[in-house]
């Protein structure tokens, strides 16, 4: 069974830190690609980074300089740091994984439950 577990989301006040985990487990799945996502209310799940085994890294626009993803293979394990956080960061922040690389949800067949990040202004 394939799971993707994320944790790390919370409140904070805007120009905070938090870190998430995903950590996956299983059997059958590929991870070569790991990613997140993000999902506000009423709005589209977003493409926010990914990175792929070898450790090269894609990050939308908006969250460059402040957003970095890493991962550690060993343990199956993915992270995305946030600094500088901004209220419109605001979302379920969702983990996913599959073999290839695309910024479209639908290129994903794995996902985690998502974890809330809420940033105060």
């Known amino acids: 069974q394939v799971q993707l577990v994320e944790s790390g989301g919370g409140l904070v006040q805007a120009g905070g830190s938090l870190r998430l985990s995903c950590a996956a487990s299983g059997r059958g799945f590929s991870t070569n690609i790991m990613a997140w996502f993000r999902q506000a209310p009423g709005k589209e799940r977003q493409f926010v980074a990914a990175i792929r085994r070898s450790g090269t890294t894609y990050l939308v626009d908006s969250v460059k300089g402040r957003f970095t993803i890493s991962r550690d293979n060993a343990k199956g394990t993915v992270y995305l740091q946030m600094n500088s956080l901004k209220p419109e960061d605001t979302a379920l922040y969702y983990c996913?994984?599959?073999?290839?690389?695309?910024?479209?949800?639908?290129?994903?067949?794995?996902w985690g439950q998502g974890t809330q990040v809420t940033v105060s202004s």
């Open positions: 996913a994984a599959d073999a290839t690389y695309g910024v479209d949800p639908a290129a994903y067949d794995y």
